[in-house]
């Protein structure tokens, strides 16, 4: 890539961070090469699709994801592992509002520029459901998909304001249902 082009495409994705941490997955994409000082045919030369811009975005979130659950596979309680995973999954999904919308749309979707991500963040948590589950710490009749499925709702709160202060509550009634050697939380 030449210097000028790996500029603009750092720059792209620097300005495009703030506006969509900002103003959501559906920001303004005319905003973000505006304000990035670029005409909106560079922006797209780069990322030709909003896709593309989200993959770009979360890619570097996804493979700290998939990072991290390598890392929780070694701990000794399979069962916290899992959830400790899911939890900061479910937090990276609330850097950008409205992006889990196309994530989960991009797991059937193998044309899709976020495919790839997206099946790698599910298949870093089907790890440690499966580990957990050998274990019989974790209900044996879930897979990746229902997983994935579970941090997209519990995602979803986040973009709901009258939920957000039931999240971390629904977060442990969810979490007492996968696991099976947890009691059920009293109701606060």
């Given at each position: 890539?030449?210097?000028?082009?790996?500029?603009?495409?750092?720059?792209l994705?620097?300005?495009?961070?703030?506006?969509?941490?900002?103003?959501?997955?559906?920001?303004?994409?005319?905003?973000?090469?505006?304000?990035?000082?670029?005409?909106?045919?560079?922006?797209?030369?780069?990322?030709?699709?909003?896709?593309?811009?989200?993959?770009?975005?979360l890619?570097?979130?996804?493979?700290?994801?998939?990072?991290?659950?390598?890392?929780?596979?070694?701990?000794?309680?399979?069962?916290?592992?899992?959830?400790?995973?899911?939890?900061?999954?479910?937090?990276?999904?609330?850097?950008?509002?409205?992006?889990?919308?196309?994530?989960?749309?991009?797991?059937?979707?193998?044309?899709?520029?976020?495919?790839?991500?997206?099946?790698?963040?599910?298949?870093?948590?089907?790890?440690?459901?499966?580990?957990?589950?050998?274990?019989?710490?974790?209900?044996?009749?879930?897979?990746?998909?229902?997983?994935?499925?579970?941090?997209?709702?519990?995602?979803?709160?986040?973009?709901?304001?009258?939920?957000?202060?039931?999240a971390?509550?629904?977060?442990?009634?969810?979490?007492?249902?996968?696991?099976?050697?947890?009691?059920?939380?009293?109701?606060?």
């Amino acid at each position: 890539m030449r210097a000028d082009a790996k500029k603009n495409y750092e720059q792209l994705l620097a300005v495009a961070r703030h506006v969509v941490t900002e103003h959501g997955a559906d920001a303004s994409l005319r905003d973000v090469a505006r304000k990035a000082g670029v005409g909106l045919g560079t922006l797209y030369r780069h990322f030709p699709t909003r896709e593309a811009l989200l993959e770009a975005l979360l890619r570097t979130k996804f493979d700290e994801s998939a990072q991290r659950a390598s890392e929780l596979e070694t701990w000794d309680n399979a069962g916290n592992a899992l959830v400790t995973w899911l939890r900061e999954a479910i937090a990276m999904t609330h850097t950008y509002r409205g992006a889990i919308a196309p994530m989960v749309a991009a797991i059937a979707d193998e044309g899709s520029a976020l495919h790839a991500s997206c099946v790698s963040l599910r298949a870093a948590g089907t790890r440690l459901l499966v580990r957990a589950q050998a274990e019989g710490v974790a209900r044996g009749d879930m897979d990746g998909n229902d997983l994935f499925a579970l941090i997209s709702a519990l995602a979803w709160l986040a973009d709901q304001p009258p939920l957000v202060p039931r999240a971390d509550h629904l977060f442990d009634v969810i979490s007492s249902a996968i696991l099976t050697d947890r009691q059920e939380p009293a109701i606060p």
